[in-house]
C-alpha cells in the first residue's frame, strides 16, 4: 500500500510535494552554507592571522638560567616538532648615534643595536623590509635615518656603555613594519611593554655585532642580549580558538624543556588570540543570521503544507470510508514526509555545494572533512525535524480529531493569550536590561583560552522578531475580520463595486491571509533587517579606515622634522588634493599620565576629514569643533581623564609640554571644554585634542606631525605617489586603502562579504517564495470559486476585481509589517552586536537598492501567482464545472 | 423571439483519440422549447451529463452543432443567459447563502446592497430565510442545493439546467428540489431539462428522454423505468 502511496504522491502530487520540499530544501541549504562559511571564515582568520606574523616566536635566552645558554635553547627549539626554522638574534642597547652629513652633525637619543644571523631576511621575509640601499651590510631604520640625516654610504658612530663608540658604513635604509612586536619586552606583562618601538635602530650582520658587543656581553651583561626567532609551521586547526589553545601549548612545552632558559614571546598566539575573539563574532554572526533564516524555511513549509490541508483531509475521509485505520493513515503521512525530508534534504545540499563553490570558492561544508560531514548531516537533520513538525504533527492532530475545521476559522492559541505582546515586552524588557549592565557580547579575556558568549544578548532580537511578527498576524487578522467594512472601502480603489463581496470572501479566509501576509512580513524584516546591518557595518568599517588613517591620504612627518604648517600649500599643489590640514603631534603630561595631544584648526579640519558625532561625547562634531574655537586654552579631553581627575566643563587644567626652546617639558594652562572620544590618527587610548595656534605659541614651535590630505575618495594612489615623490623618505605617506586592509583583517571584511551575498540571496528568496509559493498554493485550493464566479458571468476584470484583494492585501500587510519590523529588527541587531562595530554607527545605512529589490520581486512573485492561478482556472473554468 | 431554447444537429462528443477514445455522446439531435420539463435519464457513463454540458455551452461538440435560438445572447458568451444546477456543491464556500444568491446579481453591476436585498426576498421565496447567514459547510446538501436553485433564480435565466441535482438528496429532500426546480421554471416561464436517476423526478416531467451509450431516444409515456 506504501509503494502505491507513494507512487502515487510522485504522479499526481509532483508539484505540491516538489513546493514542500523547496521550502526544506531552503532550511538545509541556508544551514549548510552558513556552515561553509563559519567553517571558511574561521579558517580564514586563522590563516590571515598567521600569515601576517613576521616572527613567530622570539625566545629570550636567559644565559644565567639552569637550561644552559645560547646554543643549549637554540637545540632545544630546533628540536621541536613545530620549528620550522629558528635562527639566533642578538639585542643590544645604545646611549645614542651619531653622523656627520654636509657639514652638520646629528646625535640621536638612546637606541638599539640588532645582530642579524646570515639568512635571516629570508626566513623571515616581513621582518625586515628594504627601502633604499643594499641588505648586505649594516643597516638603519628609516626613522633613524630620518633623525640622523643619513643614507647608504654614509657612516653612523654607534656609542657603548663604558666603551668607545665604533663606526659603521651603512648598507641600506631599511623599514621594520612589526617594530612593537620586535622590540617587545618578552615575558613581561602587557602593562610594562614600551609605548612606542624605539626612534633609533641600527642593524648590523651578526658577526659585526659579535665582534662589538663580545667585550660589553662580559662586562655589561645587562646591555647586550639574545633572542631567538622562530617560524613555525602554520599547519594549526582551522579554527583560530584550537589554533590558540595549539600554539600556547607548544610555547609552554618549549619553556619547561629548557627549564626556564628560554622565555617565549607568542607572536603566533598573540594574533590567534585576537583572531578567536572575532570568530566568535563570527559565530554570533552566523547564530543571528541563519537561525531566523531556518525559522522562516520552516514556516513557509508548514504554510505549504497547510495549504494542502484540505485535500489532505478530503483523501483522509475517502480512505476512512474505505476502512482505513488511523494508524495506518499516520503512516501515509509520515511516508509523506520522508519522501518530502528526503526530496528538500538532497536539494538543499546540492544548492547549498553550488553556493558554497560560487561564495567561497569550495563545494565542502566545512575546512575538514569531519566538519563537512557535520555540517552536511546537521542540516539533513534539520530537514527531517521540520518536515515533522510541519507535516507530521499536525496530520496526527487532525487524525486524533476526526473532524477538523473545515474554514479556517479557528483562532490561534497564541493570540488568544497575548504571546505577540507579551514576546515583543519580554525583548524590549531584555534589551533595557542587556544595554544597562554595560554586557560585553563577546568576552575574549586575553591570553584566557576560554571565550564566552552573552547569549542573553540573542534572545532580544529574537523575541522582537517572533513578536512583531506574530503582532503583524493579528492586526491584518483584526483588519480582516472586525474591520471588514474598512476592508471593503480600502478595496475600493481595485475592486470598485465587488469590493464588498471581495472584502467577505476575504474576511472568510482571514486566518490563511493573515498568515501569509504575516509571513511575508517576516521574511522582509529578515532581509531589511540582515541587509541594513551589513550595509551599516560596511558603512563603520569605511569610518574605522579613515578613523585609523586620518583621511584619504596622511603625510605623517619623521619624528624630529620641523615640518612647518605651511608645507600644506606644497601638498595642496599635487593634482588630485582638493584640501590640506596640518595636525600637530605632540606628547603631553596629564599628571604623571603621558599622552598624545593633537593641535588642529577647529574652524578648518573638516575640509579634510570627516568627524562624526559618536567621536564626540556631550555634544556634536559640530558643537566640540565650535567650543574648541571659542576659546584659544581650550582643550577636549577623553572620559577617562575627565574621571581621574574630576574635571567640569570650564576646569583649568595644567598640562606639561616640551618646549622646543629648552627641550624641557613646561606647565601650559588649558581649559577643558568637552570629551573627545576618537578623532582620525589618534590612539586608541586616551588623548588631548588643542588649537594648534596656542600650543605653537606655548611650545615656541609650530612643527606638523602629519598632514591629511582629502583626494575626495578619488586618485588615492596616484595621489599617493605623487607625495611620496616630493617627500621621499623624510615622511611616510599612507592611504584609506591600507587602513582597510588593516581594518578588515580583524572581522575578515572579505569573509563578511560573501555572507553578505549568501545571506542576502536567501533573504530574497524566502521572500519571494514566501509571497508567491503561500498566495499561489492558497489560490490554487480556491479554483473552484473562480470557475463557479466565471459561470455565473464574472468577466475577466471582475475576476481580477474579485481576486485582486487578496494578493494586494498580502504584498500591502507584508510590505508595512516587513518595514516596521525590519527598521525596528535593524536597530536592536546593531546595537546588540554593538561590538562589531567600530565606532559605533551614528545612523543605521539602510541599503535602498536592496530593500526595493526585495519588496519589489516579493511583490511580483506574490502578483505573477494570484495571475497565474486566476489564468488557468479561467482556462479551465469548464473543466473544474464539470468536476462538481 | 422563438420558443425553440436549444438545438443538438448531429451532436458527438469523443474524449480522447485512437483506440483510447470514450464517445460521451454520439450522433444526438433534438430540440427543447420554452415550458418544456424534460428529463434525462439513463444509467451512469450513459453520458447524460455531457449532454447537459453542451447544453450549458460548458463543453464544445467534436461534431455537429449546438444552437440556442431562443437565447439572446447564448451561453457562450453570456454564461448567465443559463442556470446550471450541479450534482455537488457549486455555491463559493466564503460566501454566505444570502452572499452567494447575491453574487451574480453584483457581478451584472447591481450595487450590493440593493443585491443583499434581492437575494433576500429569492430565499425568501424558497423559505430559507433563516439560513441566509450561514456559510455553505454549515448547510445541509439540501438547503445547498436549495440556495444553488435561489442563486438561479435571481439570474433569471431562461433555460434552467440540473445535472443530478438530487443525486446526494434523501427523498423528502429530492422531491422538495425538484418542486422548487419546476417551480422556478414556472416562475421564470423558461425551460427545464434535468439528469437523473429517479424515476419519481422524470414521471414529475413533462418530456423524457434516455441516453444509453451516447445515444438519445425519446421514452414514451408508458416506458418510464431508470436502470442505474
Known sequence: MIGVWVAGLLRRRAGRLLTAAFGIAIAVALLASMGSFLAAAKATMTQQATTGVAVDWQIAVHPNAAGGGTASVLKAVRADQGTVAALPVGFADTPGLQATTQGTTQTTGAGKVLGIPPGYISTFPGAIRLLTGSLTGPLVAQQTAANLHVQAGDTVRVQRAGLPPYSVRIAGVVDLPQADSLFQQVGAPPQSQLIAPPDNVVLLPSATFSAQYAQLQQTRPDQVSTQIHVRRTHALAPDPSSAFVQVTQAAHNLEAATAGAGVVGNNLGAVLDAARGDALYTQVLFLFLAAPGAVLAATLTAAVVQSGSTRRRREQSLLRARGSTSAQLLRLVIVEAAVISVLGGVLGLVAAAVIGKLSFGSASFGASGSQSVFWAVAAFVLGIVITALVVVVPARRELASAAGPRLDSTRPAWSTYGLDVILLAVGLAVFWAAGRNQYQLVLAPEGVPTLSVSYWAFLAPALAWIGAGLLGWRLADLLLGPGRRLLGTLLRPSAGSLSEVSAAMMSRQRRIIARSAALVGLALSFAISTATFNSTYQQQAEVDAQLTNGADVTVQTSPGAQTPPAYAATLARVPGVQAVQPIQHRFAYVGSDLQDLFGINPSTITQATTLQDPYFQGATAAQSLQQLASRPDAVLVSAETVNDYQLSLGDQIQLRLQDSRTQKYTPVTFHYVGIVNEFPTAPKDSFLVANASYVASQTGSNAVGSFLVNTGGNNVTTVQTSIQHITGTAAKVTTIHDARGLVGSSLTSVDLSGLTRLELAFALVIAAAAGGLVMGLGLNERRRTIAVATALGATRSQLRALYSGEPLFVVVAGLLSGALTGWGLSYLLVKVLTGVFDPPPTSLAIPWLYVISVALCASIAIAGAAAYISIRTRENAREILREI | ?228
Request: charge should be negative.
Open chain 2, 1 to 228: 423571439m422563438t420558443d425553440t431554447l436549444f438545438r443538438l444537429d448531429s451532436v458527438s462528443r469523443t474524449y480522447g483519440s485512437g483506440a483510447a477514445a470514450l464517445v460521451a455522446v454520439h450522433d444526438v439531435s433534438c430540440e427543447g422549447h420554452r415550458g418544456e420539463r424534460i428529463a434525462v435519464v439513463g444509467p451512469s457513463g450513459s453520458g447524460k451529463s455531457t449532454l447537459i454540458h453542451l447544453l450549458a455551452a460548458l463543453d464544445q461538440p467534436t461534431a455537429g452543432e449546438v444552437s440556442w435560438p431562443g437565447l439572446t445572447p447564448t451561453p457562450l458568451t453570456d454564461p448567465t443567459v443559463v442556470g446550471v444546477v450541479f450534482q455537488g456543491q457549486s455555491l463559493v464556500p466564503t460566501l454566505t447563502a444570502q452572499e452567494n444568491v447575491a453574487l451574480p446579481l453584483v457581478l451584472r453591476g447591481l450595487p450590493y446592497r440593493h443585491a443583499q436585498e434581492q437575494a433576500m426576498t429569492h430565499l425568501g421565496f424558497l423559505g430559507l430565510e433563516s439560513i441566509a447567514n450561514q456559510l455553505p459547510d454549515e448547510l445541509s446538501g439540501g438547503q445547498g442545493q436549495r440556495v444553488a436553485i435561489a442563486r438561479v433564480l435571481a439570474m433569471r435565466p431562461r433555460l434552467i439546467l440540473a445535472d443530478e441535482p438530487t443525486g446526494r438528496l434523501d427523498t423528502a429532500a429530492a422531491r422538495q428540489v425538484v418542486a422548487l426546480l419546476l417551480e422556478a421554471a414556472d416562475e421564470l416561464d423558461g425551460g427545464l431539462v434535468i439528469a437523473t436517476h429517479d424515476p419519481y423526478i422524470a414521471g414529475q416531467m413533462s418530456t423524457r428522454w434516455r441516453m444509453r451509450d451516447g445515444e438519445l431516444s425519446v421514452v414514451p409515456d408508458a416506458a418510464i423505468g431508470v436502470s442505474a
